[in-house]
């Protein structure tokens, strides 16, 4: 009898290089594998996590022909340089900074985070690269359908993103950035409490957004930038 069997955490990187049939992703006609990419993060992007406090919220530049300038051959570049631009901060996965206290490039979790499972199709050719986040791992069952551990992989994107905090490959969050999301906060907790006497049920929620909103205060504020110097260029009048 065939049975549901997961795949290991993906280590393919990049280049193709041969898998274990067991290791490879069955296509259906509805599947659509993942592309390549990598993250880019912009300032004002963050958001608040129950267990790691504030942490980045990351954008994905696709390798995706005809999206952002990126040509037929998938090279990311343009996008790149559209997003650096926009004032993106590129989370490049050959930074070193992305190894973990005793792991080496080969047994890291988020060094080379631009992973891939090779596919195979139902005619048995090979398929597209599927790629995956940190963090996401499939089952295959019975009837090749793709399951994916979306509780679990989101913890470890989380523990990702906590980490480009930790280590500095994002800029600090701004001061005015908190203000913000704090303001943000207590304008969701007015409208819960504008509508709770009607709605009982949305008493829990309200709960919830206030201790939500004790956290996000509980945060130590980033520490704000110096203050820029304004000259004011003389002129003649000031002799």
């Not at 608040?48 to 942490?55: K, S």
């Not at 986040?133 to 509780?151: A, H």
């Not at 523990?159 to 994002?170: E, K, S, W």
């Not at 709960?207 to 504020?221: C, G, H, R, S």
């Amino acid at each position: 009898m065939k049975k549901s069997h997961t795949l290991s955490a993906a280590s393919l990187r990049r280049a193709p290089v041969a898998s274990r049939d067991p290791e490879i992703l069955p296509l259906r006609p509805q599947s659509k594998p993942a592309c390549q990419f990598i993250f880019v993060h912009y300032e004002s992007a963050w958001e608040f996590d129950a267990e790691y406090g504030w942490i980045p919220r990351l954008s994905k530049l696709l390798g995706k022909p005809g999206v952002n300038g990126v040509g037929k051959d998938g090279n990311l570049q343009p996008a790149i340089n559209g997003a650096t631009a926009k004032g993106g901060t590129i989370i490049r996965d050959d930074d070193r900074r992305l190894l973990r206290d005793g792991e080496d490039v080969d047994s890291a979790l988020f060094y080379g985070y631009g992973r891939y499972y090779q596919t195979v199709n139902g005619n048995g050719t090979r398929g597209p690269h599927w790629y995956v986040e940190p963090g996401q791992v499939p089952t295959v069952t019975p009837s090749n359908r793709i399951r994916w551990n979306k509780r679990e992989g989101a913890r470890v994107f989380a523990a990702f993103r906590a980490h480009l905090r930790d280590v500095g490959m994002v800029q600090s969050m701004h001061p005015l950035t908190l203000m913000e999301y704090i303001d943000a906060q207590n304008a969701k907790i007015e409208r819960l409490r504008a509508t709770v006497a009607l709605n009982p049920h949305l008493a829990t929620k309200l709960d919830e957004a206030v201790a939500m909103l004790d956290a996000m205060q509980a945060e130590p504020e980033p520490e704000p930038e110096p203050a820029r110097k304004v000259t004011r260029k003389r002129s003649r009048a000031d002799g």
